[in-house]
């Protein structure tokens, strides 16, 4: 193989993105009037739920709350909504290696996409606060969101990205925070870094090819090293 592209998830890998998201929900629950506050430990539990509407409907028939998936569209604009101010009052740090490996990759002529299931304007969001750019100038390409049937742990979003490519599985390695993130990149055949964030430290990342503290290149094993684009 040749590497010839790195396909990023988003949240936990790009950026701790999670607590903001958690604080987003909080509020827009609050604004709603309704009785619900999502700890750290509760958010944890409900992260194994992929998608932010199903987050909610996960939570809701859980608690056994009345809620329709009308509803969760409803307030899940809200929040998204409020997730891009929080983002936009300067929340947001890229993690460790993040920047340096995309300037690197991007000197070295490597693509670089996007394999998440949130939604684009939160990419667009990150990618403004964190580079001063548009996601499409950081990115060749972005898979996100509601755009495949199936999100992570299933293949569809990685699948989606590997065609806007118009590359082969092993021509590409995908980064990770995420035991649903690792299953999903590994289902489409693309091999898997793995940085554990804040909230998935604790997940079991059976099958991802590397397991890192972050991307900063001092982590880098030598195998991985000899792989991505360093100087
Ligand atoms: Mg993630």
Same mark, same amino acid.
């Given at each position: 193989m040749?590497?010839?592209?790195?396909?990023?998830?988003?949240? $936990?890998?790009?950026?701790? =993105?999670e /607590?903001?998201? #958690?604080?987003?929900?909080?509020? @827009?629950?609050?604004?709603e009037g &309704?009785?619900?506050?999502?700890?750290?430990?509760?958010?944890?539990?409900?992260?194994?739920?992929?998608?932010?509407?199903?987050?909610?409907?996960?939570?809701?028939?859980?608690e $056994?709350?009345?809620?329709? =998936?009308? /509803?969760?569209? #409803?307030?899940?604009?809200?929040? @998204?909504?409020r997730?891009?101010? &929080?983002?936009?009052r300067?929340?947001?740090?890229?993690?460790?290696?993040?920047?340096?490996?995309?300037?690197?990759?991007r000197?070295?002529?490597?693509?670089?996409?996007?394999?998440?299931?949130?939604?684009?304007?939160?990419?667009d969001?990150?990618?403004?606060?964190?580079?001063?750019r548009?996601?499409?100038?950081?990115?060749d390409?972005?898979?996100?969101?509601?755009?495949?049937?199936?999100?992570?742990?299933?293949?569809?979003v990685?699948?989606?990205?590997?065609?806007?490519?118009?590359?082969?599985?092993?021509?590409?390695i995908?980064?990770?925070?995420?035991?649903?993130?690792?299953?999903s990149?590994?289902?489409?055949g693309?091999?898997v870094?793995?940085?554990?964030?804040?909230?998935?430290?604790?997940?079991?990342?059976?099958?991802?090819?590397?397991?890192?503290?972050?991307?900063a290149?001092?982590?880098w094993?030598?195998?991985?090293?000899?792989?991505?684009?360093?100087?």
């Amino acid at each position: 193989m040749t590497l010839r592209a790195l396909i990023f998830d988003v949240d $936990g890998t790009l950026a701790e =993105t999670e /607590e903001l998201h #958690r604080r987003a929900f909080n509020d @827009t629950f609050a604004v709603e009037g &309704l009785a619900w506050d999502w700890d750290r430990d509760g958010y944890r539990e409900l992260l194994k739920t992929t998608g932010g509407k199903e987050r909610m409907l996960a939570f809701a028939a859980r608690e $056994g709350i009345d809620f329709s =998936t009308e /509803e969760a569209a #409803r307030l899940h604009k809200i929040k @998204t909504a409020r997730y891009a101010t &929080l983002v936009d009052r300067g929340g947001l740090e890229l993690r460790p290696g993040i920047a340096e490996l995309i300037d690197k990759a991007r000197a070295h002529g490597l693509k670089l996409a996007v394999a998440t299931t949130t939604s684009p304007q939160n990419v667009d969001q990150l990618c403004h606060s964190c580079w001063g750019r548009a996601a499409t100038e950081v990115f060749d390409t972005i898979a996100a969101g509601d755009q495949v049937a199936q999100k992570k742990p299933a293949p569809d979003v990685y699948q989606l990205a590997l065609q806007q490519l118009g590359l082969p599985a092993e021509d590409t390695i995908a980064f990770e925070d995420t035991a649903n993130g690792v299953r999903s990149a590994r289902a489409a055949g693309i091999r898997v870094v793995v940085t554990p964030s804040m909230y998935s430290g604790a997940e079991d990342f059976t099958g991802a090819d590397w397991i890192l503290p972050t991307l900063a290149r001092a982590n880098w094993t030598a195998d991985l090293a000899s792989l991505l684009p360093a100087a």
